[in-house]
């Protein structure tokens, strides 16, 4: 029982006869560097130039274009007419519904005149997932053609149908489009610009580049209309995005990324939206973990490598949290045995390194040079989220 006790003493920890700190250390290296590597290689993917690789298409499909809205209708009327005012496909090729919860009743009555088809769920409070499961269901496999997802604040280019078309008729199932923060009004909008941008090189351009899935980001997507029918009853929990992926990716439905298909949508952008924000995520985190162990073992027995994957990217930590892991380690060794910490600061470069190859140009870029400030503060932020939701989890067992 006392040798147990002995980790708590310094000493012990010093004592090069045992080699336990460098058993640790060597262990704690191994497990970053591995998600390190897997960001350095998608984000060398990355660079390579993108092209669209889908001619126009000699026919039109028919689209159902579903907006989401949880609360605020005066975002989804904006974007809606937005829609509707823009897009350069034929207008009778494509119909709007609008899930609406707890939508105000002038702004449904706004909706009401406009040409689109309203569903309101039957439950006040609901989720994203329900509140499109609402919509599907009133219509049959073989009404449309494919459907589209876009959320309350979303504003796309005028030719995304036309582009999703052409895709489409090729033999794409299933299109994730590129979307952009739209604001870009102070520094925590930009450094939140900065991520999406970031991800959409490393987990949505990378991925395809190296012929894996794109990566879905809950809204500005398309998929085939039977198919998307079939699956949305299989569909639970509140994260849309992981759910989707999972069914997919088990029935080796590929994911394209159309980079063109620019969609602009908005961000949080001060201090207590971005702390709800990075609750949420750990709260499905943690969900996608538990649920990744289980499904991995199943899915290499199967053989799907693409599944795979994505199940090996819900066990790494966030970004932002594999830096404050890495740099915690590589101080600590500082300090207690200088000589391991060389790696450690190695490994921090290497991890920059692939977060600046992933980096887009123009705007954001240049913002996120006088906001880089604040990184440390989303650092912080994104830890104190993490030992917040330990705390609830431990305060509701």
């Known amino acids: 029982m006392d ?15 045992n080699n336990a700190l460098q058993m640790t250390d060597a262990i704690l290296f191994l497990l970053l560097a591995i998600p390190v590597a897997y960001l350095f290689i998608y984000a060398l993917a990355s660079l ?8 126009p298409s000699p026919k039109q499909h028919r689209f159902l274009v579903v907006f989401t809205v949880l609360k605020n209708g005066k975002l989804v009327i904006d974007s809606v007419n937005h829609f509707l005012e823009t897009q350069a496909y034929p207008r009778d090729k494509y119909d709007i519904a609008v899930a609406a919860t707890g939508v105000p009743e002038e702004d449904l009555v706004t909706l009401l005149q406009m040409p689109v088809t309203i569903v309101v769920p039957d439950k ?3 989720t994203k997932i329900y509140a499109i499961q609402q919509v599907v269901q009133r ?3 073989q009404e449309y053609d494919a459907i589209v997802l876009f959320d309350a604040d979303n504003k796309v280019v005028p030719n995304a149908l036309e582009l999703f078309n052409n895709a489409f008729y090729t033999g794409c199932d299933a299109i994730q489009a590129h979307r952009i923060t739209e604001n870009l009004n102070t520094g925590i909008a930009v450094l939140n610009a900065t991520s999406e941008e970031i991800n959409n090189n490393l987990f949505r351009k990378g991925h395809t580049t190296l012929g894996f899935s794109s990566a879905l980001v809950g809204s500005a997507m ?8 079939r699956i949305a009853p299989r569909l639970t929990g509140s994260d849309l995005t992981k759910s989707l992926e999972l069914e997919l990716l088990k029935e080796n439905i590929y994911t394209e990324y159309l980079k063109e298909v620019i969609c602009y949508c908005k961000k949080s952008d001060d201090a207590a939206g971005y702390s709800k924000e990075r609750q949420r995520w750990l709260f499905g985190q943690y969900k996608s973990t538990l649920l990744a162990i289980v499904q991995f073992p199943l899915a290499f027995l199967q053989g799907k490598w693409d599944l795979c994957e994505k199940l090996f990217q819900w066990l790494m930590p966030s970004r932002l949290l594999l830096i404050a892991y890495i740099a915690i380690c590589a101080v600590v060794m500082t300090l207690i045995n200088w000589p391991l910490s060389f790696k450690w600061y190695i490994l921090l470069g290497v991890l920059f390194l692939s977060y600046l190859m992933a980096m887009p140009d123009g705007e954001i870029r240049h913002r996120f040079r006088k906001s880089f400030w604040l990184l440390p503060f989303m650092i912080l932020a994104s830890a104190f989220s993490v030992i917040t939701g330990i705390f609830r989890r431990k305060k509701k067992n």
């Open 139 to 141: 219509y049959a496999p």
């Open 3 to 17: 040798g147990i006790f002995q980790i708590f003493n310094p000493d012990w920890w010093m004592n090069e006869n």
């Open 222 to 229: 398309m998929f085939d209309f039977e198919t998307f029918h």
């Open 124 to 126: 006040d409070h609901c």
């Open 48 to 55: 390579r130039k993108y092209k669209n690789p889908y001619p």
